[in-house]
């Protein structure tokens, strides 16, 4: 289960205090999915670094899976991000140095897969994501999408116990969106991972258990 409760989280511009969340709490069963939705600004990417330590809330608790993940630091932090959670960061974030297969292996290696589970793992990939023949491409060779799908692959390449999305379709078409959201729901409920993913795209609000409206960094549906 995943609870957030009371969350408060404030940015300085200058002297001036900028409140981006502002008491945000829900809660969230194991396997379950969840879409932010809410205009620019309102305070997704915030919120979804909050839940997966990346970034720590001024006040209220997170918890995931019996994890308090607002007081793991260092090693347990590093850990808990490592085996249990996978990031689809909102732009792209790939390592420019190495290549597309390389990159969708890095969390395979991190969790110490064997080289034939690791293999057969980024072949079943590459081929779901319509990525085959890119797999020795550099990052600087693919377009919007194609990044986007590989940053995709990378983040669910563990299978994670939570998958933290942030807008993971927004630079694709319609039809390679929609097959994205197919793989996440699937590997969702074949895993029982649990599924936050912030989104404009109604076909993902569609596709969740639930989801919860930001203005402003306030809960207001
Ligand atoms: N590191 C930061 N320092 C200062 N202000 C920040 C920082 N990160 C975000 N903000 C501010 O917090 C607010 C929420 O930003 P956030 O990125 O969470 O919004 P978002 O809902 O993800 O928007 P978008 O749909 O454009 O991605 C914005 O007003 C933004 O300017
Ligand atoms: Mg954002």
Redesign the pocket.
Known sequence: MIEAMDIVKT???GKKK?P?LSRVSFALEKGQTLTIA??????????LNCLGGLEKPDSGRIRCFGVDVTALSGKSQALFQREKVGFVF?YGNLLSYLTVSENISFPLVLNRFSSRKKEMRIKGLLEELELTGLSRAMPHELSGGQAQRVAFARAIAHVPALLLA??PTASLDTATGRNLIRLMVRMGRENGVTIIA?THDNEIIRHSDRTIW?TD?KITG
């Open positions: 940015f300085r511009s900028v981006v809410g205009k620019s600004g309102s305070g997704k990417t915030t919120l909102q942030d807008e912030s930001l960094g």
